[in-house]
């Protein structure tokens, strides 16, 4: 079976070397088993004949008899257009062609039946359809009726004469051969618990379906068969990890007593304490912990962070912290080390910027196991940076390095791999954490520390900008200070940046007696912190800023944010920057600006925005709105390729195959039994990815 679907595809009749190679560069079909999979992502209703009078705007497409009685040519230069009168005896409409006029004018004549198809659009009183597909009436196409399968091609294809319908041509040629080579991959069981179709009719009714019915039981079929061997992948993984990598045994809980009795600033959260519980079971237990701790911004992953830290370093282990960016790096440097100092703890900062001499030194006390926590940037994972024995490994926003650069770290005890503890503010939709980290433990700290008040979201359009201005001067006469945040998007950052300096000016005149900071990117670092600091000592009211503070600045004073052309943000970028805000006792503030003219996506993240202040909700619209794709930097995984199913629209089919695997690798976690032979086969041949994420996180 594999070998007939590794065949190159420009062994498949009609394809040859040119067109073989436009397919594998346009749309990566290198095989027959590349195009088999290349499913159609609509199907056109070609199950009936309409008749002009039954015709409706409101209809996607119509398919209708008739013939065209004349043609004649309307307009001049760019609007030139040909308009061909259509008639099926029950009224009349007009097919017109702005492009091809020529060639439509040789093709189609007058007086001979045509089959037409396309979309209607009403003018007046008449119908139209511009560029209707046509073609003259056979014997063979005029009771033809069926589901018309469209496939996704690239404008290049399109220019080389490869269509949908070429690709259609393609697929109903390889089906010919194809069938007897296809096997089935899921058990008898599981087939008849969910009513699935076999694997061979599922492909042959997902490219050439008989009926609506067929069609929707195919797509059922192949959609839990993909996730169900996603889903048996990541599992199957988290398995063998827990037999194959045992972990230092880190139970020793003195410290964490003492830092308890007299140390721990604030009563910790029902949510803080459930998530350190399910932190030391894994820490304890002897096998190495690979666990992703959800939290939204706020919620008090820090303090979270410390007391897993200080439970390594009572069992005798070093530990390690690693942020994205220095600002946050030195952001958890100062969080944590007064509670280090309490508990005289050795730590230390490194980063891009930290001195060669001071590099020597804790060079030095790393090896030797005098320093206990390391905080710092990509700087950690650079070769002279050896541990004694780093027993736990704290990875913050985990999401903006890639693969390799965490892989690393966790080499950095060459005797037994370190515990993982992956932190991220960014909400994961619970689909995408059980596709993308399934392999994972998760935990989740879903409460905010008790005092704190929920930010109140506002949207005002820029017509509104004297009232708020006036809303912002009053909070400055309270004490408070103001964040002003414009979007610098890379591709047109010299607009962007006029944009800033323009918003600045106009925020100096609307308050020329309040001490304004601006920070942006293109600023030197040194720049930047000087005027964070004197924003955080409270020097300036007014920071107006780019997304550099998106993660980074804590400022409790700080209890407004105005975020400029909201619209040009995406729903976690928006929670990620509101949740600078509220970090004190009083009310805190975030105002949405935006222009009047919305489009419907960017309406709903303004209303999402101001209904809730929960980060999964947010995640699961920006999930609906923007897709897997775009989020968490998923393309990562290599897990996320799905063909045919959708994780926003198939949540029951991808609880049900999480579900499936979970109980196949309960009873059989080596699939050895007969009836597991075929998944064991489909897992051998499944292309994994070429590392694998539950090893590294």
């Keep these: 079976m594999a070998a007939f679907f590794d065949t190159p595809i420009e062994y498949l009749k009609g394809v040859g070397p ?36 039954e015709t409706d705007e409101a209809m996607p497409h119509v398919q209708i008899k ?4 004349q043609f004649r040519t309307e307009g001049s230069g760019h609007k030139k257009r040909l308009v061909g009168a259509f008639t099926d005896g029950t009224g009349t409409m007009e097919l017109v062609w702005f492009q091809g006029m020529q060639w439509v004018l040789d093709k189609i004549k007058p007086g001979v039946d045509y089959i037409v198809f396309g979309k209607p659009a009403r003018y007046g009183r008449s119908f139209s359809i511009a560029h209707p597909e046509i073609e003259p009436i056979t014997g063979r196409n005029e009771d033809a009726r069926f589901l018309q399968p469209v496939y996704s091609i690239s404008e290049k ?31 008898d069981s599981l087939l008849k618990k969910y009513r699935l179709m076999a694997k061979t009719d599922a492909m042959r009714q997902i490219h050439i379906p008989d009926s609506h019915e067929q069609l929707a039981e195919a797509q059922r079929r192949l959609k839990f068969e993909e996730l169900f061997f996603v889903q048996l992948q990541l599992l199957r993984m988290k398995v063998v990890r827990h037999e194959k990598f045992k972990g230092l045994v880190l139970s020793d809980t003195s410290m964490l007593t003492d830092f308890y009795k007299n140390h721990l600033p604030f009563t910790l959260t029902d949510a803080q304490k459930r998530v350190i519980r399910e932190i030391y079971q894994d820490l304890k237990s002897g096998i190495q912990m690979n666990r992703l701790l959800q939290g939204d911004v706020g919620s008090g992953k820090t303090i979270v962070a410390f007391i897993c830290l200080l439970q390594a370093i ?48 804790i060079h030095q006390y790393l090896r030797d196991g005098t320093l206990k926590i ?34 690393r770290l966790w080499q950095k005890n060459a005797r037994v791999y370190p515990h993982v503890l992956v932190m991220t503010a960014t909400p994961i939709p619970r689909t995408l954490a059980m596709t993308l980290y399934g392999d994972l433990d998760i935990s989740v700290i879903d409460e905010l520390p008790k005092g704190r008040k929920p930010i109140k979201t506002l ?3 820029d017509s509104h900008r004297l009232q708020v201005n006036g809303f912002l001067r009053q909070q400055i006469e309270a004490g408070r200070q103001v964040y002003v945040v414009y979007p610098l998007i890379e591709e047109s950052s010299k607009l962007d940046l006029k944009h800033l300096m323009d918003g600045y000016e106009s925020i100096s005149r609307a308050f020329p007696d309040v001490a304004i900071s601006i ?39 700080a209890s407004v944010m105005v975020i400029e052309n909201a619209e040009r943000f995406g729903l976690s970028q928006l929670h990620q920057l509101r949740g600078r805000v509220g970090r004190g006792a009083e009310q805190s503030y975030c105002i949405l600006m935006t222009g009047f003219k919305l489009g419907a996506d960017s309406r709903e993240r303004m209303d999402t925005m101001v209904r809730t202040n929960n980060g999964f909700e947010i995640a699961e619209t920006d999930l609906k709105l923007r897709g897997p794709g775009d989020l968490m930097g998923t393309q990562q995984s290599g897990l996320l390729d799905l063909h045919i199913a959708d994780l926003v629209k198939d949540q029951q089919i991808l609880q049900a195959a999480r579900e499936e695997a979970t109980i196949v690798l309960s009873s059989d976690p080596e699939l050895r039994l007969p009836e597991h032979s075929m998944l064991r086969t489909q897992m051998q041949t499944r292309k994994g990815s070429k590392v694998s994420w539950s090893q590294i996180s």
């Design 157 to 187: 294809l399109r220019s080389r004469y490869v269509d949908s319908k070429q690709i259609f041509r393609l697929q109903q040629e390889l089906l010919t051969h194809a069938s007897a080579h296809i096997r089935e991959n899921l058990p």
């Design 18 to 53: 040119q067109r073989a190679a436009m397919l594998q560069k346009e749309l990566q079909i290198f095989t027959f088993g590349d195009l088999i999979q290349h499913y159609p992502f609509r199907y056109e209703d070609r199950t009936r004949f309409y008749t002009i009078a």
């Design 459 to 461: 949207h005002r359009y």
């Design 374 to 407: 390391l905080i710092g940037t990509h700087a950690l994972l650079e070769e002279e940076v050896q541990f004694k024995s780093l027993g736990l490994a704290i990875i913050d926003e985990q999401h903006r390095f890639g693969v390799g650069q965490r892989s």
């Design 314 to 361: 009572s069992s005798g282990a070093q530990t390690a912290l690693m942020a994205p960016t220095e600002i946050l790096a030195q952001q958890h440097y100062q969080n944590l080390k007064r509670h280090a100092e309490k508990m005289q703890l050795p730590i230390a900062l490194l980063t891009g910027s930290t001195k060669k001499a001071e590099r020597k030194v």
């Design 519 to 557: 920070v942006h990117g293109k600023m030197k670092p040194e720049a930047k912190d000087f005027e964070m600091a004197r924003f955080k000592k409270g020097e300036t009211k007014i920071m107006v800023a780019t997304t550099v503070i998106e993660v980074g600045v804590d400022v409790p004073n």
């Design 66 to 69: 008739g013939r065209l009685t």
